[in-house]
């Protein structure tokens, strides 16, 4: 049977997980998942349990059986709040609630030190153990142990459809009925390799595939025989995706596929000049989850392929690849009537020719040199237009404007010449306007160029610009983008001079003017205004260098720029940069928007963004002003300064499984909480933190940090998070997968309930949430008896005072010469408060001179190791001392820290969220939340209302 190979490196762009990571060994032999959802990962130095964010590494220790057995990890299984690991000595179950390693005194003495190098659970509660010399099956609730099938070495186990076995041995595959303990049949196709990961697959398709050495077979269930249908190297684990695609790992080999439809098995190799090709040829074990996610274990780490992190498609400058942009650096992009896209770059054009769809582009160098301009090979080109008469204009930034005519074989270059006052106003030429009369306009960096058409092959140009004696004219002469709107009317956006409306009446062209106004909140947010669109609903928009985006209203008073006035939407609305660079219009009608940090999708009925990054696939580096194109099958295209990204939304695969929300662990003052630790003489938690567990918080420890996940793995830092301690808040607060976490302080004596619920990457909610109650218990002087006490032994204090004075004044009258000594109250001990004191002085030396609170990864540990002390002395000193916990005192003086620069003109070309950034927050959503507390006005809002 004749099988074709192809190879689909660019269907599959992997990431990559290694111990830099947090995982315990890059040589990752099993992974599997349990069934609260943690995914689990047997190396050959450890087991490793990840959540998403962290791992929890599992170790042996020496002389401690309450760790695992041993550190080489050569399988894994599964049953209900069971872990089953197969090291090469032996066989440890963990628990996977409490993650106790749990006794089975009667399994070692069956297996004993052995390597376990198989395990399967069959589904109906029991697990399959096989060593080299012994198989068992052990029952997953009792851990009854009854050996089976002595004789044979078992290599692989699956389930049939009909309750039956596959059992790969080193005497054939066999057909084991395991009620009656008995072979149905043994299928001589080869011994099965117990050191090989030979592997047994069934499906719900009731296929059976097997690997064997180097060769994979399918069951014939007509025939009763198994075909082999595809030979590599060494061969063994076997995976299935939602689509019925099939993946085979190979140790030499890479990583295959084969696809249902087609029959066709692909190669997907390491490659090391492809950083998300997959790590190594080497490959132990692949596994797909139930999100589609398809994990790799390999020789030199983990890899994973995540659909939603690989949307956006790129395309970039290889230097050593000819099929690939000259340049990295994207001004522009045209697409002619024959879908050849035209690309602008830094250094010329190339044309991209896509073969399939938007699939194995063809890139071109184009020679501009046999239409005589050599210039063009390498100039710094920033617009392409093709008109209506079929005349190609080629804009460069500081080279004039080309006109390419092939039919009427004119070519034309036009430069600024002072001595002409009828040549184009300025060499830099930045947009191109063919307006609804067929008239062409230019924006250059000297003004407004119209063309003059005085016959086919003579032009000349009327410039509009800036002039001191005109108030109606251009207030600024740098122009980067001339628009039409559908009603006919020309916009002129400057770098500088605001935005201006074209007016035009007889012969006489004038300018209404728009420029931001501080004090008018409904002006442009900014002067500096690159890009001009408008949507299928005729709203335009404009976007600037850094106020966001714009929307034109038209219902303002009349009398008042002809009643147009502006809506704006920044950083503080969810926008995920100020400079905005390119604007498009999906089929679904949300605008997409680059900016410098990469793609804001803006639902504007909703009035939401959706953020999207280079963990998402875009490219790193900004996008370029109007580098921008959308095809008719609603493919967009933006250029930056790194290339093309280029996606179809309607071709998103969404992630609609609802997220299951898990607690991970408790922490107090930066230190998890064990299960049973004793803290105040108080044991604050005494079971696993799940949903409905309790924590007793004593009055002088009243304060907790949470951690969470949801354990959707399909981009877990685009997970949403909605928590509340009901009994304090009053609405729900947010975080996301940057910060999966929730933190409280001070905390009066009562009791809470911490509510949690989570969103998946595309914001699917699962509305259930999951709850801890919290329990603080009040000090011995918050009791309202001895606060009654307290009060009642004062005023007798006071009164007792009081006599005693009258008392010793009298005395003091007649006996004047002979005072007795004061007798003193014992105080604190006044060297201890001393060094308080001291501590406190040097803390707030350290925040005032080295700023440390600047370093976004700064914990209690670390701050407390700067001082030396330790973490709890700390925590007093901050609580009883300042008045604050670790987080609202470093957040402080980051606060103040971004106050001084919003104020600052030095750092008025950086935008606010990246100096939140550089001032400590690792978190924009944190920084706009905390600012706003503690300022009561958003960033954005507190450096306006500086600068006015």
Same mark, same amino acid.
């Given at each position: 049977?004749?099988?074709?190979?192809?190879?689909?490196?660019?269907?599959?762009?992997?990431?990559?997980?290694?111990?830099?990571?947090?995982?315990?060994?890059?040589?990752?032999?099993?992974?599997?998942?349990?069934?609260?959802?943690?995914?689990?990962?047997?190396?050959?130095?450890?087991?490793?349990?990840?959540?998403?964010?962290?791992?929890?590494?599992?170790?042996?220790?020496?002389?401690?059986?309450?760790?695992?057995?041993?550190?080489?990890?050569?399988?894994?299984?599964?049953?209900?709040?069971?872990?089953?690991?197969?090291?090469?000595?032996?066989?440890?179950?963990?628990?996977?609630?409490?993650?106790?390693?749990?006794?089975?005194?009667?399994?070692?003495?069956?297996?004993?030190?052995?390597?376990? #190098?198989?395990?399967?659970?069959?589904?109906?509660?029991?697990?399959?153990?096989?060593?080299?010399?012994?198989?068992?099956?052990?029952?997953?609730?009792?851990?009854?142990?009854?050996?089976?099938?002595?004789?044979?070495?078992?290599?692989?186990?699956?389930?049939?459809?009909?309750?039956?076995?596959?059992?790969?041995?080193?005497?054939?595959?066999?057909?084991?009925?395991?009620?009656?303990?008995?072979?149905?049949?043994?299928?001589?196709?080869?011994?099965?390799?117990? !050191?090989?990961?030979?592997?047994?697959?069934?499906?719900?398709?009731?296929?059976?595939?097997?690997?064997?050495?180097?060769?994979? !077979?399918?069951?014939?269930?007509?025939?009763?025989?198994?075909?082999?249908?595809?030979?590599?190297?060494?061969?063994?684990?076997?995976?299935?995706?939602?689509?019925?695609?099939?993946?085979?790992?190979?140790?030499?080999?890479? /990583?295959?596929?084969?696809?249902?439809?087609?029959?066709?098995?692909?190669?997907?190799?390491?490659?090391?000049?492809?950083?998300?090709?997959?790590?190594?040829?080497?490959?132990?074990?692949?596994?797909?989850?139930?999100?589609?996610?398809?994990?790799?274990?390999?020789?030199?780490?983990?890899?994973?392929?995540?659909?939603?992190?690989?949307?956006?498609?790129?395309?970039?400058?290889?230097?050593?690849?000819?099929?690939?942009?000259?340049?990295?650096?994207?001004?522009?992009?045209?697409?002619?009537?024959?879908?050849?896209?035209?690309?602008?770059?830094?250094?010329?054009?190339? /044309?991209?020719?896509?073969?399939?769809?938007?699939?194995?582009?063809?890139?071109?160098?184009?020679?501009?040199?046999?239409?005589?301009?050599?210039?063009?090979?390498?100039?710094?080109?920033?617009?392409?237009?093709?008109?209506?008469?079929?005349?190609?204009?080629?804009?460069?930034?500081?080279?004039?404007?080309?006109?390419?005519?092939?039919?009427?074989?004119?070519?034309?270059?036009? #430069?600024?010449?002072?001595?002409?006052?009828?040549?184009?106003?300025?060499?830099?030429?930045?947009?191109?306007?063919?307006?609804?009369?067929?008239? &062409?306009?230019?924006?250059?960096?000297?003004?407004?160029?119209?063309?003059?058409?005085?016959?086919?092959?003579?032009?000349?140009?009327?410039?509009?610009?800036?002039?001191? #004696?005109?108030?109606?004219?251009?207030?600024?002469?740098?122009?980067?983008?001339?628009?039409?709107?559908?009603?006919?009317?020309?916009? *002129?956006?400057?770098?500088?001079?605001? /935005?201006?409306?074209?007016?035009?009446?007889?012969?006489?062209?004038? %300018?209404?003017?728009?420029?931001?106004?501080?004090?008018?909140?409904?002006?442009?947010?900014?002067?500096?205004?690159?890009?001009?669109?408008?949507?299928?609903?005729?709203?335009?928009?404009?976007?600037?260098?850094?106020?966001?985006?714009?929307?034109?209203?038209?219902?303002?008073?009349?009398?008042?720029?002809?009643?147009?006035?502006?809506?704006?939407?920044?950083?503080?609305?969810?926008?995920?940069?100020?400079?905005?660079?390119?604007?498009?219009?999906?089929?679904?009608?949300?605008?997409?928007?680059?900016?410098?940090?990469? %793609?804001?999708?803006?639902? *504007?009925? &909703?009035?939401? %963004?959706?953020?999207?990054?280079?963990?998402?696939?875009?490219?790193?580096?900004?996008?370029?002003?109007?580098?921008?194109?959308?095809?008719?099958?609603?493919?967009?295209?933006?250029?930056?300064?790194?290339?093309?990204?280029?996606?179809?939304?309607?071709?998103?695969?969404?992630?609609?499984?609802?997220?299951?929300? *898990?607690?991970?662990?408790?922490?107090?003052?930066?230190?998890?909480?064990?299960?049973?630790? /004793?803290?105040?003489?108080?044991?604050?938690?005494?079971?696993?933190?799940?949903?409905?567990?309790?924590?007793?918080?004593?009055?002088?420890?009243?304060?907790?940090?949470?951690?969470?996940?949801?354990?959707?793995?399909?981009?877990?830092?685009?997970?949403?998070?909605?928590?509340?301690?009901?009994?304090?808040?009053?609405?729900?607060?947010?975080?996301?997968?940057?910060?999966?976490?929730?933190?409280?302080?001070?905390?009066?004596?009562?009791?809470?309930?911490?509510?949690?619920?989570?969103?998946?990457?595309?914001?699917?909610?699962?509305?259930?949430?999951? !709850?801890?109650?919290?329990?603080?218990?009040?000090?011995?002087?918050?009791?309202?008896?001895?606060?009654?006490?307290?009060?009642?032994?004062?005023?007798?204090?006071?009164?007792?005072?009081?006599?005693?004075?009258?008392? %010793?004044?009298?005395?003091?009258?007649?006996?004047?010469?002979?005072?007795?000594?004061?007798?003193?109250?014992?105080?604190?001990?006044?060297?201890?408060?001393?060094?308080?004191?001291?501590?406190?002085?040097?803390?707030?030396? #350290?925040?005032?001179?080295?700023?440390?609170?600047?370093?976004?990864?700064?914990?209690?540990?670390?701050?407390?190791?700067?001082?030396?002390?330790?973490?709890?002395?700390?925590?007093?000193?901050?609580?009883?001392?300042?008045?604050?916990?670790?987080?609202?005192?470093?957040?402080?003086?980051? *606060?103040?820290?971004?106050?001084?620069?919003?104020?600052?003109?030095?750092?008025?070309?950086?935008?606010?969220?990246?100096?939140?950034?550089?001032?400590?927050?690792?978190?924009?959503?944190?920084?706009?939340?905390?600012?706003?507390?503690?300022?009561?006005?958003?960033?954005?809002?507190?450096?306006?209302?500086?600068?006015?």
């Amino acid at each position: 049977m004749k099988i074709l190979n192809v190879g689909w490196s660019q269907e599959y762009k992997f990431q990559h997980i290694t111990t830099v990571d947090g995982l315990s060994h890059n040589e990752v032999r099993k992974i599997v998942k349990d069934n609260q959802g943690f995914l689990w990962f047997g190396t050959q130095n450890g087991l490793n349990r990840y959540d998403g964010y962290r791992f929890n590494v599992f170790k042996n220790i020496t002389n401690d059986s309450k760790s695992i057995i041993g550190d080489k990890i050569y399988s894994l299984a599964v049953s209900d709040n069971k872990l089953w690991v197969g090291t090469i000595t032996g066989l440890s179950i963990i628990n996977t609630v409490t993650l106790d390693v749990i006794p089975t005194p009667n399994i070692h003495n069956s297996i004993g030190t052995n390597g376990v #190098l198989q395990l399967f659970n069959d589904g109906s509660n029991k697990v399959w153990v096989s060593t080299e010399n012994e198989n068992f099956i052990i029952d997953a609730e009792s851990l009854e142990v009854e050996r089976v099938l002595k004789g044979y070495k078992i290599a692989s186990v699956a389930k049939s459809l009909d309750n039956n076995y596959w059992v790969g041995t080193d005497k054939g595959l066999l057909r084991f009925q395991n009620n009656s303990n008995t072979i149905i049949k043994n299928y001589e196709i080869g011994s099965f390799n117990v !050191y090989s990961l030979d592997e047994i697959f069934t499906n719900s398709y009731g296929e059976v595939w097997l690997t064997i050495s180097d060769k994979i !077979y399918r069951y014939q269930s007509e025939r009763d025989r198994f075909i082999e249908v595809y030979s590599s190297k060494s061969l063994n684990a076997i995976s299935e995706d939602k689509e019925g695609g099939i993946f085979f790992g190979s140790y030499g080999n890479g /990583l295959l596929k084969y696809k249902r439809d087609t029959g066709i098995f692909g190669s997907l190799l390491a490659n090391p000049e492809n950083h998300l090709s997959i790590s190594s040829n080497d490959i132990y074990d692949v596994y797909v989850d139930d999100e589609n996610i398809i994990w790799v274990g390999t020789q030199e780490g983990l890899d994973y392929y995540d659909f939603s992190r690989h949307r956006f498609n790129s395309l970039v400058h290889l230097p050593e690849n000819s099929n690939s942009l000259r340049s990295s650096f994207v001004q522009t992009i045209f697409q002619d009537t024959d879908g050849l896209f035209w690309i602008g770059t830094r250094e010329g054009i190339d /044309l991209v020719d896509f073969e399939n769809g938007n699939s194995n582009p063809k890139i071109t160098h184009m020679d501009m040199g046999s239409k005589g301009f050599d210039s063009l090979n390498s100039d710094y080109v920033t617009c392409i237009h093709k008109d209506s008469k079929e005349r190609m204009w080629i804009a460069t930034m500081s080279n004039g404007l080309y006109l390419i005519d092939e039919k009427r074989n004119i070519f034309r270059h036009f #430069l600024q010449d002072n001595s002409v006052k009828t040549s184009i106003a300025a060499s830099s030429v930045r947009s191109i306007l063919e307006d609804h009369l067929g008239r &062409m306009w230019f924006g250059t960096g000297g003004g407004l160029s119209l063309l003059i058409e005085h016959d086919e092959k003579n032009y000349s140009f009327e410039n509009l610009g800036y002039s001191k #004696l005109n108030t109606n004219s251009l207030p600024f002469n740098d122009i980067y983008s001339v628009f039409e709107d559908s009603q006919n009317r020309i916009w *002129v956006g400057m770098n500088g001079g605001g /935005l201006n409306l074209l007016q035009e009446k007889g012969g006489s062209k004038y %300018f209404l003017r728009f420029n931001h106004n501080p004090s008018d909140p409904k002006s442009i947010s900014n002067d500096e205004v690159f890009v001009i669109y408008e949507d299928l609903k005729k709203r335009v928009w404009f976007g600037t260098s850094a106020g966001g985006l714009n929307l034109l209203k038209e219902d303002g008073r009349s009398d008042i720029n002809d009643g147009y006035y502006f809506q704006s939407y920044t950083e503080s609305d969810g926008l995920s940069d100020n400079e905005v660079n390119a604007i498009l219009e999906d089929h679904q009608g949300d605008l997409w928007i680059a900016t410098n940090t990469g %793609f804001s999708e803006f639902n *504007v009925n &909703m009035e939401t %963004f959706t953020n999207y990054s280079t963990y998402d696939g875009v490219l790193k580096g900004k996008f370029r002003k109007n580098a921008k194109w959308k095809t008719e099958d609603g493919t967009l295209f933006f250029g930056g300064a790194s290339g093309i990204n280029y996606f179809n939304p309607n071709s998103f695969r969404l992630n609609n499984l609802k997220p299951d929300p *898990v607690f991970l662990d408790l922490l107090i003052d930066g230190k998890v909480i064990d299960i049973g630790q /004793l803290l105040d003489d108080s044991v604050i938690i005494n079971e696993p933190l799940n949903s409905g567990s309790v924590v007793r918080l004593p009055g002088n420890d009243n304060r907790f940090e949470i951690e969470f996940a949801s354990l959707s793995f399909t981009s877990p830092f685009r997970n949403q998070y909605a928590f509340k301690l009901e009994g304090l808040d009053k609405d729900w607060r947010y975080t996301t997968g940057k910060d999966p976490s929730a933190r409280y302080s001070r905390l009066k004596a009562g009791k809470y309930r911490f509510y949690l619920k989570a969103a998946n990457n595309d914001g699917v909610w699962n509305e259930n949430p999951i !709850y801890l109650d919290i329990l603080v218990r009040a000090n011995f002087t918050d009791k309202n008896i001895v606060k009654i006490g307290i009060v009642f032994l004062l005023l007798l204090t006071l009164s007792f005072g009081v006599l005693a004075f009258k008392k %010793f004044k009298s005395r003091g009258l007649t006996n004047k010469g002979n005072p007795k000594a004061k007798k003193s109250h014992k105080p604190i001990d006044p060297n201890l408060e001393g060094e308080n004191i001291e501590k406190i002085k040097e803390l707030n030396l #350290l925040m005032e001179t080295d700023k440390i609170y600047l370093d976004s990864e700064l914990g209690l540990s670390q701050l407390a190791e700067k001082i030396e002390v330790s973490t709890n002395h700390l925590s007093m000193l901050l609580n009883d001392y300042i008045g604050k916990n670790f987080y609202d005192y470093i957040n402080h003086y980051r *606060v103040e820290e971004v106050k001084k620069r919003l104020k600052d003109p030095y750092y008025q070309k950086q935008t606010i969220s990246s100096i939140g950034g550089d001032c400590g927050f690792n978190s924009k959503s944190a920084f706009n939340r905390i600012f706003k507390n503690l300022t009561g006005k958003t960033p954005s809002a507190y450096q306006n209302m500086s600068l006015d």
